[in-house]
DNA sequence: AATTAGCACTCAAGAGCAATGAGTGCTAAC
DNA sequence: GTTAGCACTCATTGCTCTTGAGTGCTAATT
């Protein structure tokens, strides 16, 4: 274990470095008000910590900057919850009592926010889909050929899908089949859609109806491909990183750019399952692009349900405490804000 | 006017230029095949293409590149429309014939395709709502106190939003006022519905059903937003000019992908009404931050009606003739694939 | 009269080098 | 155990020099 004269000097290390990204020596940390030892005193507890692993060096004569194990250490044992003020982040109850009732837009909101709020990006993943059950559907024909299937999640989200109608159906024939549809799939999850289509409503139909056979069997399609379509993403503040000066080279930039654009690939890294807030730091990233960022994870709820994952991306050099307590306070208001939305399906 | 011989040279200077992007001296061209005078006589030549503002130098000695100006002369006399391979770009019709229905993922696949083959940005501009008309309107109660209108427009837009109900309100009044939307509302041009809203239905309903009101106050809301709601923007290989020599500093990339996030602004600036393709070069844009690049735009139509716009964004050194044909061919296949998508709405 | 060879000149870019200074580790004194 | 002192390291900066690709101008050539 770390001495408390350890500790005090490697909190300072850190909080400096994360101020000003340069290595810093001993002198710098001598200054300070809390230290009362001289800079070679602190140049012994510096090649201890660094024996240890805490530190690290950038070259053999340079000041010490914090090694992955040390913000490992740093998150896992400094950074106390303080809750600091959080007024920034409730915005968002306040968002929903005036009348922003768009999940889309509650989660939008927050993105922005928290970007703001911190200088990283903000990666909210959506309801997972196999969370979410059909509260209606509808289908609208559109030309002779086509017609768009609207589903209605019970969280409100609205998924639609053009798909191909034969041409002899008319808008009455529709309107029976929706409303087959409705009394079988309502409250189904979503997931399960394509596979109770076959099981309740086609033998049902084929009876009745036989023109709609070919048009389910295009349904089904759209049914299959939304429960497969992976849960949206939602971004925030992706230009802030650029404020950072570990990237102000035009390699990194454009690897975090190409990296945002593999949505699958991220979408992953925040279907996490763990319930709690999550800090991974650099190279603990098993996705091999973002092994030189910190990626913070937080769910949030519906009720006690699991919902979707919001997440900040940033330097290991991060401001871990500010971040982790504001991520903690958006994921809760996010929670909150759902439960207010929803409050009375979560219930039924 | 030019003569055949300075045509020649400032013709082998924009090639050049735009291939390596470095100034052009005198002796790299005399190399080429088709130029057949010393060194010493281009340089005659170079210099009155610059007296004229075609051509400029980055310093006193060093060779030439095109100025705006002669990008400008360069676009106007000498990018002969020749129809290269533009089969690339058939791969929508393909798309459409093949079951991809979705206007939006039409609009997405064209974005990708058309960055990919040009290796630089692409913005597409969705259909202006003012052109759009109501098929058919949903409501979908979700909670006991809220419920989503649901709109779709003649072009197969699903928009929708979320709004305040009474909460005595049940399903079958919702189910009354619907038909009475529907009856009275299909085939208005989005951006009257809240208008019509007013004129036909409020009138009609406030006789039969007082509690109705209310909800169609908010409900007026929403169609009101819809429509002032501008067009969306899809976009692709936003990472694209991360490739250009020209982006090799932080500063620009920065400032660059923060005018990416000025919505408004770019929806604008692809607003043109002009319905032909168009090129604007450096500091002929009006919008400042967008005063580097140049900006090609060309209308897609639905029938003759114009319907969006798309785009490309570049580097003022840029592939002028390759852009110029390969948007132009994109804009007539996504014309082509909304007539086909749309043919009999569009005949109706 | 138009073209071109020749030449002096310019300037960006890069290599080499010394000076600076912020940092270190180690040893010996406190 | 702490710290003063000192020799040492190395990234950074600024300076000078060289290089080479380019120019414009003048005089010779066609």
Redesign the pocket.
């Known amino acids: 274990m770390l001495t408390e ?1 350890q500790l005090e000097i490697f909190q300072t290390i850190i909080d400096e470095f994360v101020k000003s990204a ?8 001598s200054e300070k008000e809390n230290i ?12 201890d910590l ?1 024996e240890m692993g805490y530190l690290k ?8 900057i914090p090694s992955e194990k040390g913000y490992r250490f740093y998150v896992d044992h400094l950074v106390t919850p303080v809750m600091t003020d959080i007024s920034n982040v409730q915005v968002i109850r306040h968002l929903v009592e005036d009348g922003f009732y768009e999940f889309e837009r509650v989660v939008e909101m927050s993105a922005e926010i928290l970007s703001d709020l911190t200088n990283y990006t903000t990666i909210i993943l959506g309801p997972e889909v196999f969370n979410t059950r059909l509260k209606q559907i509808q289908i609208v024909k559109l030309t002779s050929r086509t017609a768009i299937a609207i589903l209605v999640t019970n969280t409100g989200l609205v998924e639609h899908r053009t798909f191909i109608i034969p041409e002899k159906i008319n808008s009455t024939d529709i309107e029976k089949l929706v409303n087959i549809l409705n009394e079988r799939l309502t409250g189904i999850p979503m997931i399960q859609l394509s596979e109770k289509l076959d099981e309740e409503v086609l033998a049902l139909i084929k009876d009745n109806i036989n023109m709609f056979e070919n048009m389910l069997f295009h349904l089904k399609d759209v049914l299959k491909n939304e429960s497969e379509h992976s849960a949206k993403l939602y971004f925030g503040g992706k230009a802030n990183l650029f404020n950072q000066p570990e990237f102000n080279d035009v390699e990194k930039i454009h690897s975090f750019y190409l990296m945002m654009e593999q949505e699958e690939e991220i979408a992953n890294l925040l279907k996490r399952t763990e319930n709690t807030l999550q800090v991974t730091i650099g190279r603990e990233n098993d996705y091999e692009p973002i092994q030189d960022f910190t990626l913070v994870t937080a769910p949030y709820r519906l009720g006690h349900e699991y919902m979707g994952t919001i997440a900040l991306i940033g330097p290991t050099r991060m401001q871990y405490r500010r971040a982790i307590t504001l991520l903690k306070a958006l994921s809760n208001e996010m929670t909150e804000a759902f439960y207010h939305l929803y409050q009375d399906h979560y219930f039924k």
Chains 1, 2 share one sequence.
Do not use: D, Q
């Open positions: 004269r340069r290595p810093i020596g001993s002198k710098i940390i009362s030892v001289s800079p070679a005193t602190i140049r012994n507890v510096m090649a660094e060096k950038t070259h053999s004569s340079s000041g010490r």
